[in-house]
């Protein structure tokens, strides 16, 4: 069975970064498109960004375009989110989660979570000052 531990969540000032990562055990992340979400307090969990099996393609929501990158490494079986020039409306827990994909490109990436499933226990992320 997959399962996720994110970490590198903290308490980070307006324009810092944070670099948060997401390790698998239990099964391979060969077979699967890896999304981050989130969830701010009173707010529905979102969609951030997606990344396909090989890496080459991902995809974001407009709010983080120009601000965060996802990278992914099947053989340490962890995914990264990379998270720059934060703003305090980035706050939430984040999440990351698994779609089973027979495609190694982007027809099975999208930003629904109910489209994932495997979800970890989350980090948590503020942006104060």
């Known amino acids: 069975q997959l399962q996720f531990v994110e970490s590198g969540g903290g308490l980070v000032q307006p324009g810092g970064s944070l670099r948060l990562s997401c390790a698998a055990s239990g099964r391979s992340l060969d077979y699967y498109v890896i999304g981050w979400f989130r969830q701010a307090p009173g707010k529905e969990r979102e969609g951030v960004s997606c990344?396909?099996?090989?890496?080459?393609?991902?995809k974001y929501t407009d709010s983080v375009k120009g601000r965060f990158t996802i990278s992914r490494d099947n053989v340490k079986n962890t995914v990264y989110l990379q998270m720059t020039s934060l703003k305090p409306e980035d706050t939430a827990v984040y999440y990351c989660?698994?779609?089973?994909?027979?495609?190694?490109?982007?027809?099975?990436?999208?930003?629904?979570?109910?489209?994932?499933?495997?979800w970890g226990q989350g980090t948590q992320v503020t942006v104060s000052s």
């Open positions: 989660a698994a779609r089973w994909s027979t495609d190694w490109g982007s027809k099975f990436m999208t930003l629904v979570p109910t489209d994932f499933g495997s």
């Open positions: 990344i396909s099996r090989n890496g080459d393609t991902t």
